[in-house]
């Protein structure tokens, strides 16, 4: 039951994320543009012409929703990588390091909700360091830190995203969007992540438990003794 809660964690964190982003843009009364617009914009506390990285104007009048929407992600997001322990991990200091590491994404996310970026910009931007960097060196090691039950797909899937979304945050620091947009980059960089969390989740979440899956050899065994 443990284990599942970090599971279902997961998976209800990501899903309320998206679910509130989609309610924060469509609040906009000029439309707000993944291409154009960074994730961050919907947690900005203010209506502003915000001139970098690119030239844009910004108001959104659910950040507080937005922001609050952050924070349940993180923490949901450290409940998971805390709860899933030895069912998902395996042991060994690779392991440790991403769980470490996947954890100080969650709290970037805790961080980017409770500092918007028009508040306390240098806060918001170690949140978003930690997301997109740490979080996604977390990933690439999660790839050879699960545990060998774990289907292959998802063990492989972790280190392709998480090199994947480490491409794409040089290429939106340095301002080369590949005909994407900043937004658009940025949010190569960042959701990777969250995808993958929300197909592992899934996946431990709606699985027999282990002894469930225990208990089919055991007895074929002790028939043929």
């Excluded at 806060?123 to 774990?150: C, D, P, W, Y």
């Excluded at 994407?180 to 993958?196: Q, S, T």
């Amino acid at each position: 039951m443990r284990v599942r809660i970090g599971y279902l964690a997961w998976v209800v964190g990501v899903a309320q994320f998206f679910v509130v982003h989609g309610i924060a843009e469509s609040a906009w009364a000029r439309p707000y543009s993944w291409a154009r617009n960074n994730i961050s914009d919907l947690g900005n506390a203010h209506c502003a012409l915000q001139p970098e990285p690119e030239p844009r104007y910004i108001c959104s009048p659910e950040h507080g929703l937005m922001n609050g929407s952050f924070v349940t992600l993180g923490v949901l997001l450290i409940v998971g990588v805390v709860l899933t322990g030895g069912a998902l991990w395996r042991a060994g200091r690779t392991a440790a390091t991403a769980r470490l590491l996947l954890a100080g994404a969650g709290a970037g996310f805790v961080m980017a909700g409770l500092a918007p970026a028009d508040v306390n910009e240098n806060h918001h931007v170690l949140g978003a360091l930690l997301i997109m960097a740490a979080g996604n060196i977390g990933l690439v090691l999660a790839g050879f830190g699960l545990r060998e039950q774990m289907p292959i797909p998802l063990r492989w899937a972790a280190g392709l995203l998480g090199v994947t979304a480490i491409a794409a945050l040089g290429l939106f620091l340095s301002h080369h969007y590949l005909g994407l947009g900043m937004g658009g980059m940025e949010r190569v960089a960042a959701f990777p992540l969250l995808f993958w969390a929300l197909a592992v989740g899934g996946h431990g979440a709606t699985r027999r438990s282990g002894r469930a899956h225990q208990a089919i050899p055991a007895a074929r065994l002790s028939r043929a003794g």
